[in-house]
C-alpha cells in the first residue's frame, strides 16, 4: 500500500522534475490563467455574440428565436419613442458631461490650495459619492415635491418664487433628474482632479513665477495642458455614465418609469421595459446593440479629438 | 507636493481677501453638498406628523421609524444579502484580477498579449448588451433568485486586471528571483511575495468592488424576483414605491441604505481617498 503510493507520486514528480525551468513557468502561467478564460469567454465573449444574434430573431421567452433579419432595427428605427429616448439619452450626455467636469475642475483647483480644514471640506465634496443612487432618488424625490411636503418648492415659496413642478413637467423632469446624477458623480471628479494637479511638478510653477506670469496664465498655458490626461480620463468616464444612466430615472419616476411623456426615459430604461415589461428580448437584444454602438463611438470619438487638440 | 518653506513663508503672508472669499464660498458648497443628506437624516427622526415642517433640526427627534422599518426584518434580510454579495465578489475580484495582472506582468508566455488585449477589451462591452443573455443563461441554468445569479457577472473584473498588472509591473524582478531560488512554486511567491508588495492597489481594488457591488441596481432588479433575495438598492427601490407618500419611511430606509458606506468612509478616509486617487490615476 505503501510503496504503491510511493510509486504513482513519483511519476509525474519525475515528469515534472525533467521541463526546463521556462516551461515550468509557462505551465504556471496558463494554470493560473485557466478559470480567468474560462470566466470570460463564457461570461464576456459568448454572451456578447449571442446578444448580436438575439438582435436578428425575434425571441420573446415563450417561443424559441427565430431569425428575422434586420425587422428590430427597422422598427426601431421606426419607432418615435426610440427617437425621443435618444434625444434624451444626448441630453443627459451634452448636459451632464460639462457641466459636472467644470464645477469639479473649479472646486479641485481652489480645494487644492486650501489647508485650513481641507480634508473636512474634501469629505463634504467626496460623502455624495459614496450614496446608493436607487436611495438617494427617492430622497431628491422628495425634495422636488410641491409644498407642503417639497423642500426646494418650500424654500422658494419662502422667497416669493412661484412653485415649480420640477419632475411633473414635461420640460423639468430630465433636468431634476440630471442634477442627483451630476451631485453624486462630483466628488469623485474633484478627487480625480485634485490627484492630476498634485502629480504636475512644482518646477513648472516655479520656473512660471520667474517668468512674471500671473494665476490666469498659469492655469490657461500649464496647469490646463499638463491636466489632459486626467481630464481625457474624465470625460470619457463620466460620458460613459451617462449614456447608461438608469438608477436615478427608475427610482424618481417610478409610478411612470421614464415618464412625463417618456420626457426622461433614457435607452438603458428602455431597454429594461422592452425585455423585462414586455418581454421582447429580440428586440431589447437590438437596442443594446444601438447602446453598444454609441459607447464605442463617443468613447473613440473622445480619445481622438482631446488627442488631436495640443 | 514638496513645500519649501519660503513657499510656505509666502503662503502664509498671502491671507488676501480672495483666498478668504474661495475658502468660504468652498466651505458653502460643501454643505449644499450633503443637504440631501442632511435632511435624509432628519426626516427619518421625524414623526409622520411632523414631515411638513422643513427644519432641519427634529422637534421631538425619535427612532421609531428605524424600529418600524427594521422591526419587519426584510431590511435585515436585505442588508445581509447585500453584505454577503459585496463582500463575496470583492474577495473574487481581489483573489482574480490579483493573479491575472500578475501572470501578464511577470509570465513570458506566448499568447500573453493576445489574453491581454483579450481581457481589456471586455472594457468596451457594456453590462445592459449582456444582462439579456445572462438572464437567458441563468433561467437555463437555476441562476434566477440566488446569490450566485446575483454575483456571477461580476466575480472578474477587466477594470481590475489592468490595474493590478500597473502596479505588479513595479514589482521588481529581483525578489521573485530570489523567492525561486529558495525553491518556493510560483502560487506561494505571488500569495507571500508579490501580493505584499502591492497592498496600497489592492485596498483600492477592495473599496472600488465593494462600493460598486453594494450600491449595484440594474442587474439584481433583474435577476431577482423574490423578495427574500433582494439586495439593499433592490430592496429600497420597492420598500418606496410601496410605502407611497410615507416620506419619513422612505428617508429611513435610505438612510440605512446610505449608513455602513458614511461610517466606513468616516474610519477609512484617508485610505479611501487615496484608493480612489490610485484607481483614477492608473486605471
Known sequence: MASANAISQTGPVRFWDRLNISTKRVIWAWAFLAVPIIFYAGIRFYPTFQAFWLSLTNWDLLRPAQFIGFANYQKMFADPVFWKVFQNTFLYLIIGTPVSLVISFVIAYYLDRVKLMHGFIRALYFLPFLTTAAAMGWVWRWFYQPVPIGVINGFLSSVGIPQQPFLRSVDQALFSILIPAIWAGLGFQIIIFMAGLRAIPSTFYEAAKIDGLGDWAILRKITIPLLKPTTVFLVVFSSIGFLRIFDQVYNMTSNDPGGPLNSTKPLVLMIYQTAFSSYQMGYAAAQTVVLFTILLIVSLLQLYVLREKK | ?283
Open chain 2, 1 to 283: 507636493m514638496t513645500v519649501t518653506s519660503t513657499e510656505l513663508k509666502a503662503n502664509s503672508r498671502d491671507i488676501r481677501p480672495g483666498r478668504i472669499i474661495a475658502w468660504t464660498l468652498l466651505l458653502i458648497g460643501g454643505l449644499i453638498m450633503i443637504t440631501p443628506l442632511l435632511f435624509m437624516f432628519s426626516t427619518s427622526l421625524k414623526t409622520s406628523g411632523q414631515v411638513y415642517d422643513l427644519r432641519l433640526i427634529p422637534a421631538a427627534p425619535t427612532f421609531d421609524n428605524y424600529i418600524k422599518v427594521l422591526g419587519d426584518g426584510r431590511f435585515m434580510q436585505w442588508f445581509l444579502n447585500s453584505t454577503i454579495i459585496a463582500v463575496t465578489v470583492t474577495i473574487s475580484n481581489v483573489f482574480f484580477d490579483s493573479l491575472v495582472g500578475y501572470t501578464l506582468a511577470k509570465f513570458e508566455f506566448r499568447g500573453r498579449y493576445f489574453i491581454f488585449l483579450a481581457i481589456l477589451s471586455t472594457l468596451m462591452i457594456p453590462t445592459e448588451m449582456l444582462v439579456i443573455p445572462w438572464y437567458l443563461m441563468s433561467s437555463q441554468l437555476g441562476w434566477l433568485n440566488s446569490y450566485w445569479g446575483i454575483m456571477f457577472p461580476g466575480m472578474m473584473t477587466a477594470f481590475g486586471t489592468f490595474l493590478m498588472k500597473q502596479f505588479f509591473e513595479g514589482v521588481p524582478n529581483d525578489f521573485l528571483e530570489a523567492a525561486r531560488v529558495d525553491g518556493l512554486n510560483e502560487f506561494t511567491i505571488w500569495w507571500k511575495i508579490a501580493m505584499p508588495m502591492v497592498v496600497p492597489a489592492i485596498s483600492a481594488l477592495a473599496i472600488f468592488t465593494f462600493l460598486g457591488n453594494w450600491t449595484a441596481f440594474f442587474w439584481p432588479l433583474i435577476v431577482t424576483t423574490s423578495k427574500e433575495l433582494y439586495t439593499l438598492p433592490v430592496g429600497i427601490s420597492s420598500f418606496s414605491a410601496e410605502a407611497s407618500i410615507q416620506w419619513e419611511l422612505i428617508m429611513t430606509g435610505a438612510a440605512i441604505g446610505t449608513i455602513p458606506t458614511l461610517l466606513v468612509f468616516l474610519l477609512l478616509q484617508r485610505y479611501i481617498v487615496r484608493g480612489v486617487m490610485l484607481a483614477g490615476l492608473k486605471g
